[in-house]
């Protein structure tokens, strides 16, 4: 009996940790294009992050929905607001996406580099 006791408790100790937070990121190619690059013929125009966060609602999935597109248009706002705009010839690269997960919020951060092709 003391046999089951023990190994009841040993699994209920066991089996409810949890961390309280989550957190995830990567750092891709996101613009599905290959460029090779044999030469200098582009500009760094410069370094941007955007950064959203969400609380979440228990039971509700619904806000973790756009969160990195909200994270991603909040750092094309920055650019924008330091007068440089995607257009034309310009791309983001190194784009780095990271996602921070607690029990009441959720947080996404992108940052990426603007570039523009001579």
């Not at 023990?6 to 613009?31: D, E």
């Not at 920055?78 to 690269?93: D, M, P, Q, T």
Request: proline share 0%.
């Amino acid at each position: 009996m003391k046999k089951i006791i023990f190994i009841l408790v040993i699994s209920a100790v066991f089996t409810s940790c949890k961390t309280s937070s989550l957190y995830s990121g990567g750092y891709q190619q996101q613009n599905q294009t290959q460029t090779i690059l044999s030469s200098a013929n582009f500009n760094v125009l410069g370094s941007f992050t955007g950064t959203a966060s969400e609380k979440i609602m228990t039971g509700n999935i619904s806000k973790k929905q756009g969160i990195i597109s909200q994270a991603k248009e909040k750092m094309l706002e920055k650019a924008k607001k330091a007068g440089i705009e995607l257009i034309g010839s310009r791309a983001l690269v190194n784009v780095s996406v990271d996602l921070i997960e607690t029990k009441n919020r959720i947080s996404a951060t992108m940052s990426a580099e603007i570039i523009e092709f001579k």
